[in-house]
């Protein structure tokens, strides 16, 4: 699969050179030449047949993309030995045909020789991912350009990569190959290298990642018959070592297999030889020798990474590289879309936190104005209850005022009450309305004393109003508190206890105005109860003293004593007159007996109190 991906990589760009109108479609003439040269490159065998009948003329038009992969994968791809084939024939025959299309260094001069471009198109191809167009990350063009850099010895200019990774269209679309090669031709990273150099870092960076080779260079080894020291050229892969005779790697001289039976380890000088190592394995063990202590670490770990590829079953180090930085960008950019989901997410919990505070607020707003209008309606009612107050006071007062006129009144008609013995009949009458006024009393009690109970139970529920209303402030303001950690629940919450607020408030109201009724009934009852007991006292005093006889000199006559009776009368409430001759005329029949007078005066008296 991943060699069937490496070709589809460089067949894509040939197919797309020869799109010359850019549709998408190429013409069939032109993919029966591509078809035939890409057999002869894969080392397959021809089969006109089969490619005449796919690219019959009776078709319709040129062949898309789509239409050409089925026999693409079919008849070429699926017949793919590895081994039987040199990869880089391929490479560069699809180089030839999309670099003649693509590939115009600016003026015709530029900085990469042709097979320089070539070695960083195929680099280009073997970095970038399985998706078509073929495009770059930045940070695989910045990991190949340091590669570049570290091989011709200089160091990669921050600004220049940062320049050109930060053009529109890189940042839209990302990094194509031509766009990459012309950077490279700019000449940026090579100012005060010389060709030669940059030809020669290329090529170093593209066996190293293109040839799979994972270390070149030369070192000493130890013959296994003659036991003599030559100098070799060694090629280190994951899975082989090979040395030859030179560094155009034309004569090999032998190779070492390695897998997870091998092992590498440093010697210590001997036959005169320095910086000396081995490789250990099953059958036989390899004595070499570094120009010097850097090198021989570098080639101990480079073939301790072989081991370690070849025991994980990998036949490629930058391939594997190549799928950790894969992994690490798509976890850096899964990492910044957390991050911004996150604060997308605090962004609208902080809006939805001011909006929930903006509301709270204003229902601590209302809640204050209800308290501020129940606080004056509470003072309202209690100045109206003052005035009440006062005016049964006045009232009380005036009726103190009346009865003690009365009292003199009665005073100046005690002395005339021996002469009225002919009003005896009506002091009979007025006993017994008296006894009616006691009936009426007890009545007025009765009542008193019933709505003094209704009062009592209203009082009773008013409190339990109240209590329910103070239980609910509690648990409104628990409520309040609440909201600082749990903030969704809190409207809902704060509506149904406003509404039950509401509620009670307005229940608590119609509680008071029963209330108010009653306090006007009790007063009534109250008014008529001390008017009765007036009435009863005034009248039982009037009583006592028509008991005594009439002293002698009185000179008023019974016509004049009943014209200031009935002055009298005219003067004081009309059931004050009543009582008056009922009175009067309780006497007219026994007013011979002053024993019976005196004792009826005393039960009265008695009844009274």
Not at 348 to 375: F, I, P, T, V
Request: hydrophobic fraction near 35%.
């Amino acid at each position: 699969m991943e060699l069937r991906a490496e070709l589809l990589k460089s067949i894509w760009y040939a197919f797309t050179s020869l799109d010359v109108e850019k549709s998408g479609k190429v013409s069939k003439s032109q993919l029966k030449v591509l078809s035939h040269n890409l057999y002869t490159a894969l080392n397959i065998p021809h089969d006109p047949v089969a490619l005449e009948d796919h690219f019959r003329d009776d078709d319709d038009g040129p062949v898309s993309n789509q239409g050409y992969m089925p026999y693409l994968n079919k008849f070429i791809l699926d017949k793919v030995v590895e081994g039987t084939f040199d990869k880089e024939n391929v490479d560069v025959f699809c180089w030839t045909l999309c670099a003649k299309k693509n590939y115009r260094p600016k003026d015709g001069v530029g900085v990469l020789l042709d097979k320089d471009a070539f070695h960083l198109w195929c680099i280009f191809n073997f970095l970038s991912e399985d998706k078509y167009p073929l495009i770059l990350a930045p940070e695989e063009v910045e990991y190949l350009l340091k590669k570049i850099c570290l091989a011709m010895s200089v160091e990669l200019s921050c600004v220049d990569m940062e320049d050109f990774i930060s053009q529109e269209p890189v940042q839209l679309s990302g990094i194509t190959v031509w766009a990459f090669l012309d950077f490279v031709n700019t000449g940026r990273l090579t100012r005060g290298v010389e060709n030669d150099s940059v030809t020669m870092a290329i090529d170093k960076v593209y066996q190293e990642i293109v040839g799979n080779i994972i270390k070149e260079g030369y070192l000493w080894k130890k013959g296994h018959l003659r036991r003599n020291w030559n100098e070799r050229w060694f090629s280190l892969r994951p899975s082989t070592l090979h040395y030859y005779v030179s560094e155009d790697r034309k004569e090999c001289k032998g190779c070492i297999e390695l897998d997870h039976n091998c092992c590498v380890e440093v010697l210590p000088e001997k036959e005169g030889k320095r910086c000396m190592f081995c490789v250990k394995t099953l059958t036989k063990t390899y004595e070499m020798s570094a120009p010097d202590t850097k090198q021989r670490q570098e080639w101990t770990t480079a073939i301790q990474t072989a081991i370690r590829l070849c025991v994980e079953g990998k036949n490629s180090l930058h391939k594997d590289l190549k799928l950790r930085r894969r992994k690490l960008r798509e976890e850096r950019e899964r990492r910044r879309t957390t991050k911004e989901e996150e604060l997308q997410r605090l962004c609208l919990l902080q809006g939805e936190k001011e909006s929930k505070l903006a509301e709270l607020e204003l229902l601590q707003e209302a809640q204050r104005h209800s308290q501020a209008a129940l606080l004056q309606e509470e003072q309202k009612r209690r100045q109206k209850h003052e005035e009440l107050q006062r005016t049964l006071q006045d009232q009380l007062q005036q009726a103190e005022e009346e009865r003690d006129n009365m009292q003199a009144e009665m005073a100046l008609k005690d002395a005339e009450t021996d002469r009225q013995r002919k009003r005896i009949r009506e002091l009979e009458e007025m006993q017994v309305r008296l006894e009616e006024a006691l009936h009426q009393e007890i009545r007025a009690r009765q009542n008193e004393e019933a709505y003094r109970l209704t009062q009592a139970s209203l009082l009773v529920e008013e409190e339990e109003k109240m209590k329910v209303l103070l239980a609910l402030q509690e648990e409104q303001e628990q409520y309040i508190l609440k909201t600082q950690r749990e903030k969704q629940e809190l409207r809902q919450e704060m509506v149904t206890k406003s509404q039950a607020l509401e509620e009670a408030q307005h229940q608590l109201e119609k509680v008071r105005a029963n209330r108010h009724r009653m306090d006007q009934d009790i007063a009534t009852a109250q008014r008529k109860l001390r008017q009765a007991s007036t009435s009863v006292k005034h009248w039982n005093v009037q009583m006592n003293r028509l008991m005594h006889p009439i002293g002698p000199g009185g000179e008023l006559s019974c016509e004049g004593s009943i014209m200031v009776c009935k002055a009298k009368c005219e003067q004081v409430p009309v059931s004050n007159s009543l009582s008056f001759l009922h009175s009067l005329s309780c006497f007219r029949s026994d007013s011979l007996l002053p024993e019976r007078r005196l004792s009826l005066g005393e039960n009265m008296v008695n009844r009274d109190t």
